[in-house]
């Protein structure tokens, strides 16, 4: 029972940062970044190749595949969103212009890497302790720990400074948030950063964890956008009740069903809500078109 | 048995806490031209919503010609008779100016798929039919020499009375009219006000939105100055631009 | 020669199904990535029905269209509530979970290890066999899918599908009961993917779930994108386009390993350029953008 508590909590820690650095994103541009699972996958092979190719310690490699993955995020937007954006895509074009992308980065890591599964880090992580009867590894440990740390710092560092008004000014009303000074750019710029940033990070976390393969960001990023929308308006709450929903909900269909039908339980539930409830559990309506 | 043409009865609807309707009603008489004028934020293109089904009222009813049509889908609100046309101006702007008509018409066979596959000839025949009533109405519009053109290609003033056209294609019989003349220039407005006038006689009742008091006064049989989701005052054109309470709500 | 033909075959399957997935996306505007699962179930039925129960390809065909065409009004049902790019999220749900049926459904679909020895067809008694007999079915196939899409968008229908595209307000208001049409559009998209998906069971002979994946859907999206959507030929130049360019790679001598990749990250690259460039396509009418009623 213990251990069923332990594996939700972690499962529910992943699904949460890889939702929080998705969200950052998507509530402020405002449509479905897809490449953003190639950040995630990124943020571990960098870890990789810093550490094994060039011999870094461990924690300098830690810090600069992260950083390396906020600039590719940060890139993406400048180099190809920013312009469609100027020239008046929509949020469908850029979608489809993300998968593209997406589909680029992921081959591009196939190629670099190869696609057989890579570990790094030792035991060190992977020695598992024993809590309250339950079994858990140093990294899910600090999976779980950093999952506590995002809420808190998204709680009380973003969404209540000046960035994270900017960030919602911008996301609330792009026109509105120009006029009154807001740097429309420099706001999706810093929402970009902080969401790769973070999506690297939870890439790394993971390598430490199971490997890295080159399509492991995909699955991550899918389960991370059915959780911002079952939690529906990208608030910190919202998308961690989700999270622990869908894992719970996760779990439940591997012990009854098999593990091989988790994915499967996830987008039903995908399904369900947006046939249902596309709100999400704490969101407002998503209104098609105004008459 | 009202006779009215379209009736409305006691209509609720709130915004997030804000009474866009509150209780209104009112009715249309057969062949008659009724303006419906107000403040923004009055109601006015909410009640059009909602008799037009794409809005559904809190509480109160919609009756056309007697049968009660209140929460029906707007496709077959359409479908029974009542057109209406949008303050901000609904087209399809990448297809041409015919196209739009043509698509207007109703219980056309070739839009059924059967029909497409399998009575290819019965869809051709009142595709030609309708498309000889398109031409028709187009050249009395004065919109003829467009027809091939796409319709993003026609001049706001033009767009406005090609919506008009659509309305007559769809041969009902309640138009709602949300600003047809709004915004545009003198000559056109003369037109499509001429086209309105001359709707009554081919069987058709019109509710006219209208900012332009002139064009009101000139067109309409009677007219509902309608406040804050309420009806303020109804009467002859006359009448209601006298009453002292729509005065004052235009000097408010 | 036989490569040849092997290449035409399959743009002749994609043509089908890019036509098909042309008239849900391009000409009534539902962009949908989940084609690929059209194309699976079609290819899995007629498999399945073949070793089975050893009925003529006619029949399975039949019925890969009929299954593969309820499957289609399953994942048009969402598109009634949802907007655009929530619908497509939708979709690749549906692309997933029937992947993941296909994959895990062990035993009945065989799961991972796939259906093999699909027999050859017979029609009206002649067998096919050769690569050229495939080429003349696949080539029937096409024709009539694109017969059968012309007669549709030059239809009464068709204008309605432009109309529910370009302003489905609009068009509700003209009377036309919008959520009858993209579920109807939806089952015939996916009824001739299916088509394409039987053609290319008997072909290849042995299917598996990782032919119909969600990279697949999102590379029959960029064929109809690239060749422009909302356009008759234009998937059709697509399919062209994008079958064949991967194919000249061999000539320039990659290791195979790395083929596959330079492949997707060819139309991956194209898709992202044309988005950017011209997100109608070579050829097409529609660019996935939703005017603003009133500019």
Redesign the interface.
Known sequence: MAQIIVNILFSASTIFLVSISFSLIFSTAR??HFAHAAVITFGAYGCFAFSQWLALPMSVSVAIAAAAGTLIGWCLEWA?YR??RR???????????S??????L???I??LFGDDTKVIGGSAVARSFGILGARITGIQLTVIGVAVAVYFAKVFLVDRTRIGLALRAVADSPELSKVSGIEFDKTMGIAFCLGSLLASAIGLLRAFDVGMTPTMGLPML?LG?VAV?LGGNGKALGIAVASILLASFQQLAAWQL?T??E??TA??L??AF??CR?QGILGRP????E? | MSGEMLEVRGLEKRFDGVRALAGFSCSLRPGEILGLIGPNGAGKTTLF?VVSG??AANSGKVFFKDKDITGASPYRITNRGISRT?QNLRLIRQISVLDNVLLSFQDQPGEKLRNVFFNWRKSRERENANREEAIGLLEETGLAHKAGDPAEELSYGQQKLLSLVCCLAAKSEVLLLDEPVAGIAPEMTERILATIRGLPSRGRSVILIEHNLDAVMQVCDRVIFMDAGAKVSEGTPEEVRNDPRVIEAYID | MEYLLHILILIGIYVILSVSLNLIAGYTGL?SIAHAAFFGVGAYVAALMALKLHSPFLINILCAIILSGLVGALVG??SL??????F???T???Q??TF??L??WISFTGGPMGLPGIPQPTIFGLRISSHGGFLVLVGVFCALTLCVTQRIVRSPFGRVLKAIRED??FAQSAGKNIAAYKVLVFMLGAGMAAVAGVVYAYYISFIDPTSFTV?ES?FI??IV?IGGAGSLWGPVVGAIVLVTLPELLRFVGLPSA?AA??R??L??????AF??WR?RGFLGEY????EEAGK
Request: no cysteine; charged share 10%.
């Open positions: 449509f479905f190809i312009p469609m020239n008046g895509a929509s949020p469908l074009i850029l979608l489809l212009a998968l593209g992308l997406y589909i680029v992921q081959n591009g196939s190629m899918l956008v929308v098999g091989r039908w994915e499967t987008f039903l995908l399904l947006l046939l596309p998503l209104r098609k078109a008459v | 919503n794409f809005i949008f | 962009l049902i969402p509530r949802i907007r655009d790019d929530y497509v999220i939708a690749f749900a549906f997933v979970i993941s049926v994959n895990n489905e307000v990279m999102i999206v960029s994108i790395v990749n330079v997707q990250i139309y991956g690259g194209l898709l992202v988005m950017m997100p660019a996935f953008q939703r």
